[in-house]
């Protein structure tokens, strides 16, 4: 499975995956799911939303139990993050079936779609419609660079946009909903643990700073006379790193458009995204409010105009107690359990559904870069942990 899935959207120069959602990569990765589900006689469908879904049983049965991640990637994402648990969960359902064990409840794996966000700007797309966190209205505003709104991507992929919106009828078939995904830091390396269980994920979300000054000849305009964007900001991408080095949080520019764009114009306007994290929602708030307090100190200094606006936002995810001793249970007793600062589908869902997640070791803890990886031994150990797992919600044997 993944010989066959690791060549799809691979870029040749960078070696990092170009997976956007509703593009012909993605489309490749959805046959490649498709054709996973066939193979094991699975049912397979598509739901309104264009997540997909491979089931064993009655869906209408309810109480059903479901794993698996997404597909799609960030630009020039790694190999592991997403897929792992897509792959996982077909490997563990292969090995629950070498076992010999019997489901008693219905079982399914599914790929969201637009988990990264990567085309669109917001994460988590296919599983925040479905949940209800995104209004039908709001996604058909969301475009892309080239100003190809969300509808009309799907159209172009043949999915009909028409009916996408909260799905709680297929949410209230789920009994419990287990993520595997490759653990997106250090903590299990340093502790030497192949696997670990998630406690919470932190509140984290998307900021949009719009810096807007006069447009003008980079070798004509005196420095008093300008009014550059710019200046406000370098220095706000300064603040968020004092910012989130006083509240032991994160916080992130990454990603710049600026206009005209020109080498020898002083730039019009200077957009920049703010990501950032931290483990509560207080400190998130303060940290954020500091960082916007000096963007707009510097602008007030160079005669510019600052916009800021909220584009996402998910609070604090605690995971169940229940589902999550229940799967330490499952495990021994003696994994590790660790927050993550990383968004996911699982923390999207929780407010609906029992959810819980298995983290595989990343040596690195490199993630969203080529340079992501797992060895070999600790994906088998993560898909021998979900079989586990899945063995003993679903068939009750353990």
Same mark, same amino acid.
């Given at each position: ?21 509703? !593009? ?10 498709? &054709?996973?589900? %066939? !193979? ?9 939303? +264009?997540?997909?879904w491979a089931w064993l049983g009655d869906p209408a ?40 064990? $019997? ?6 794996? =599914?790929?969201?779609?637009?988990? $990264? ?15 209800? @966190? ?17 509808? @009309?991507?799907? #159209? ?12 709680? /009828? ?34 984290? /979300? ?6 807007? *000054? $006069?447009?003008?000849? &980079? +070798? ?33 520019? /990454? ?33 954020? &409010?500091?960082?916007?307090?000096? &963007?707009? #100190? ?8 600052? !916009? ?5 936002? !998910? ?10 001793? %229940? ?8 994994v590790p359990v660790l927050g993550t600062g990383a *968004? ?6 929780? +407010? ?23 060895? #070999?031994?600790?994906?088998?150990? +993560? ?6 797992? =899945?063995?003993?919600?679903?068939? /009750?044997?353990?």
């Amino acid at each position: 499975m993944w010989r066959e899935l690791a060549p799809i959207g691979r870029d040749p120069a960078s070696g990092g995956y170009r997976r956007h959602a509703w !593009t012909g990569a993605d489309t490749d990765c959805r046959a490649w799911f498709r &054709a996973q589900a %066939e !193979t094991r006689g699975l049912a397979y469908e598509t739901d309104r939303n +264009g997540n997909q879904w491979a089931w064993l049983g009655d869906p209408a049965a309810g109480d059903a139990v479901v794993t698996g991640s997404h597909l799609d990637s960030v630009p020039d994402g790694g190999a592991y993050d997403g897929p792992l648990g897509v792959v996982s969960a077909f490997a563990a359902l292969d090995e629950i079936r070498r076992r010999g064990a $019997e489901f008693t409840r219905p079982f399914a794996v =599914v790929n969201f779609g637009d988990e $990264e966000g990567a085309r669109f700007g917001l994460a988590c797309v296919g599983s925040r419609l479905a949940a209800g @966190q995104l209004t039908r209205e709001a996604a058909y505003a969301l475009t892309d660079a080239d100003g190809i709104t969300l509808p @009309q991507a799907m #159209e172009r992929a043949g999915h009909d946009p028409a009916a996408i919106g909260p799905d709680p /009828g297929r949410l209230a078939r789920i009994g419990a909903y287990v993520e595997l995904h490759i653990e997106q830091g250090r903590a299990l390396d340093l502790s030497g643990d192949r696997v670990g269980l998630a406690s919470a994920i932190w509140p984290h /979300g998307r900021w949009r700073f719009d810096f807007t *000054g $006069e447009a003008n000849h &980079a +070798g004509t305009t005196r420095i008093a006379d300008r009014r550059d964007p710019m200046l406000g900001y370098a220095e706000t991408v300064l603040a968020a790193r004092r910012a989130a080095e006083a509240a032991g949080a994160v916080a992130t520019f /990454g990603k710049v458009a600026v206009e005209p764009n020109g080498v020898n114009a002083i730039p019009s306007l200077v957009r920049g995204w703010l990501d950032s994290r931290a483990a509560d929602p207080e400190t998130l708030d303060a940290m954020v &409010a500091a960082i916007e307090t000096a &963007a707009r #100190e510097r602008a007030a200094r160079d005669g510019v105009d600052v !916009t800021v606006v909220r584009e996402s936002f !998910t609070p604090l995810v605690e995971f169940g107690h229940a589902l999550r001793d %229940e799967l330490d249970r499952l495990l021994g007793g003696s994994v590790p359990v660790l927050g993550t600062g990383a *968004g996911h589908d699982a923390g999207i869902l929780s +407010g609906a559904v029992p959810t819980a997640m298995l983290f595989v070791r990343n040596p690195t803890g490199i993630s969203h870069s080529p340079a992501e990886s797992a060895a #070999e031994d600790d994906c088998v150990a +993560g898909v021998l942990a979900l079989a586990d797992v =899945v063995e003993g919600l679903a068939c /009750g044997t353990r």
